[in-house]
């Protein structure tokens, strides 16, 4: 058991995307489990992908840290916040997101792997790719070490090793730099997690399937990884001299049990898990439903939240649920909608009928919208008020015609200044922009106030 600030942790790195951090995270997390630790899930980044597959690997929700959605000062009692609930942990893992430097465009390290890792003051396993690669490894991980000397990179775990012989070359050059290898995983099509126009298949989607695949994983880091070397780099992290985030310190209570329903099932499986609780900490009753199969919303909803997913890949289960289109269609409470809740509420969506709360036609693209923004409220709404700025990003490959309302969610500045998108209507308030509302607590606060 660990202590208010203490928090053995680790941060799994890359120098890039597509070496092998989500295997490796979500791997280290099962084997850890396995040996009786409560382990704590942390995926760096918006991603709300790889956190359902880390919560499957330690039995408890994923949760992201975000510097641009919650700013950075959120970073380190959010990551507290996280280890202690709903159980404290014994140690935590944190993925990283891209190459170890990379940040949010045109602002430097702001949002990195590394920007989280200092501020958290978490050590770093380097994840490396080391196909068709030798001596040369040892002067790319010199190389990432350099760049940023307030980082520490506290060992790599090598990957897509091709032979013994390979491994110990490897090895050796590594130790030229004096940096330790506490793993070395070979090249194998044995695991293999699936992914489709935006990554990853979810977890939620695969079910069994994917329970196997984390299974498999577990097999995979305890018989490539030194384990005790890796809890080693996680116990010489520094306590945080921080307190924990918690939501109640964050939102004044606006009711009492106010009944909220919020979208889940397999097509809207993006969710950040701070959203529910602000919405307990502000007086909601959280309930979900699932759109594909409730034949209604749940008995006295009062508002409903309906979040990120796939719903062009479950159009046709959504649409066949006419009675809940219908029950929702003439639901008369606040709606807050966010990407798949925005193609949801539409008219149709890819000729297939929706609900029909907003006078769009949503359709699939082969353009990907990606990346963070800046957005100001275009007018009051359930979740804002009129002139307030938020973060969020956006990350799609759906359009809807037209893209905005008379008036708009949003107003975006900074590089995307003067652009207007989704939908305000006064009880509905729906856009393709992803807000982490731990950012935006107010929008909590004002959403059960709305409902109330």
Not at 23 to 50: F, N, W
Not at 301 to 319: K, N, Q, R, W, Y
């Amino acid at each position: 058991m660990v202590s208010r600030g203490r928090l053995p942790r680790v941060v799994i790195a890359a120098p890039a995307s597509g070496t092998g951090k989500t295997m490796v995270a979500t791997g280290l997390l099962a084997a850890l489990r396995r040996q009786g630790l409560e382990v704590s899930c942390h995926k760096i980044g918006p991603d709300y992908i790889d956190p359902g597959y880390h919560a499957l690997a330690a039995g408890r929700v994923g949760r992201n840290l975000d510097a641009w959605l919650v700013g950075e000062q959120r970073i380190a009692p959010l990551l507290l916040h996280g280890a202690r609930t709903p159980r404290q942990a014994d140690i935590a893992v944190i993925e990283g997101v891209m190459g170890l430097h990379d940040g949010a465009v045109g602002r430097g390290n702001f949002a990195s792997t590394a920007h989280i890792a200092k501020l958290t003051g978490s050590p770093v396993l380097l994840v490396l790719d080391t196909t068709a690669q030798g001596r040369s490894a040892a002067a790319l991980v010199l190389g990432m070490q350099l760049f940023d000397k307030d980082i520490r990179i506290a060992g790599v775990i090598l990957n897509r090793v091709g032979s013994d012989r390979h491994e110990r070359l490897l090895r050796d050059a590594l130790a030229e730099v004096g940096t330790p290898v506490v793993g070395a995983i070979g090249r194998s099509d044995a695991v293999v997690t699936p992914s489709r126009h935006l990554g990853l298949i979810p977890a939620a989607e695969r079910h069994g399937e994917a329970e196997r695949t984390v299974t498999a994983l577990a097999d995979l880091i305890e018989s490539s990884v030194d384990l005790a070397a890796v809890r080693a780099v996680a116990e010489s992290a520094p306590d945080l001299d921080v307190a924990p985030w918690n939501p109640v310190d964050e939102v004044e209570c606006a009711g009492s049990d106010v009944p909220i329903a919020v979208a889940s099932g397999p097509a809207f499986t993006f969710s950040y898990a701070e959203t529910s609780e602000l919405l307990t900490a502000a007086g909601a009753l959280v309930t979900p439903f699932d759109p594909t199969r409730d034949a209604a919303l749940p008995v006295g909803t009062a508002g409903v939240v309906i979040g990120g997913g796939f719903p062009e890949l479950h159009a046709e289960a959504l649409s066949d649920n006419a009675l809940l289109r219908a029950d929702l269609a003439e639901f008369d409470g606040p709606i807050a909608a966010e990407c798949a809740g925005l193609l949801y509420l539409a008219a149709e969506l890819d000729g297939k009928p929706m609900v029909g709360k907003l006078d769009a036609h949503a359709r699939m693209t082969r353009r990907l919208t990606l990346g963070y923004r800046e957005a100001i409220a275009e007018s009051d709404s359930p979740v804002a008020r009129a002139g307030e700025r938020v973060h969020g990003h956006e990350f799609h490959r759906t359009v809807t015609d037209p893209g905005h309302g008379d008036v708009a969610a949003w107003l975006y500045a900074g590089e995307h200044r003067g652009a207007r998108q989704g939908f305000s209507t006064g009880r509905i308030h729906a856009s393709y922009l992803h807000t982490h509302w731990a950012g935006q607590p107010s929008a909590a606060q004002r959403f059960v106030q709305a409902c109330r």
